[in-house]
């Protein structure tokens, strides 16, 4: 937590409806990610964005976008394409390189 | 084969007890090893980071690499009440690769 702030806490999503989970940090920290977590499953990368105005896929992009406009903000749009979007997202942060990353408190998504 | 498996337990032990908990990789190319602890519904926090065969020790927690049998611990000793939370293990290949790959977590749960 401390420093990331992932809202909102809880969303509901409607069939074909486009959702977004925002995350603001204050760390000043440069690279920003996000990752899904299912039940039984390890965490899973679906963006990361090392700096401002660039981003990259992860493992399971597709039915996200991101976007990265400022180096405070990485906000994730979970898509009508995503058919399985219920699950557990957490926003990360890592300063420089040293492959330590910072979380935020995560937004549970759930389907009406 | 999953790139990380790690036992989703759940691990319950009465309070003092110590605890061992374990994951073990495909890939040999790991170099960077951490442990992330994760209290319910919240975003996980790192516990202990490695990137040597070998012990390293932070108070009650023990992190343990054996890279020749791909195998990495965690121990914790005079185990606590709240040490009750779950227990992600992950992994890097190189220092700057934006892809940890994480484990699915052992829950744990310390009895008083």
């Known amino acids: 937590d401390g420093g990331i702030t992932q809202s909102p806490k809880y969303l509901f999503r409607k069939e074909g409806q486009n959702v977004t989970l925002s995350c603001e940090q204050n760390l000043n920290h440069d690279a920003m990610y996000w990752y899904r977590q299912d039940p039984g499953q390890g965490l899973r990368l679906i963006y990361y964005s090392q700096i401002v105005n660039d981003f990259q896929k992860g493992d399971i992009a597709e039915g996200y976008s991101v976007s990265r406009e400022k180096k405070e903000s990485f906000p994730l749009t979970v898509t009508s394409a995503q058919k399985n979007p219920t699950a557990f997202y957490l926003c990360?942060?890592?300063?420089?390189?040293?492959?330590?990353?910072?979380f935020g408190s995560g937004t549970q998504l759930s389907v009406l | 084969q999953k790139e990380v498996e790690q036992d989703p337990g759940p691990l319950s032990v009465p309070e003092g007890a110590i605890v061992s908990l374990n994951c073990t990789y495909s890939n040999s190319a790991f170099q960077y090893f951490m442990w992330y602890r994760q209290y319910s519904r919240k975003g996980p926090e790192l516990l202990m980071y490695t990137y040597s065969s070998g012990n390293k020790e932070d108070g009650r927690f023990t992190a343990q690499v054996d890279k020749s049998s791909k195998y990495i611990s965690l121990f914790i000793r005079d185990s606590q009440p709240s040490d009750s939370a779950t227990y992600l293990c992950?992994?890097?290949?190189?220092?700057?690769?934006?892809?940890?790959?994480f484990g699915a977590g052992t829950r744990l749960t310390v009895k008083p």
């Open positions: 990360a942060t890592e300063q420089g390189r040293d492959e330590k990353l910072f």
């Open positions: 992950a992994m890097l290949l190189v220092s700057g690769d934006n892809d940890m790959r």
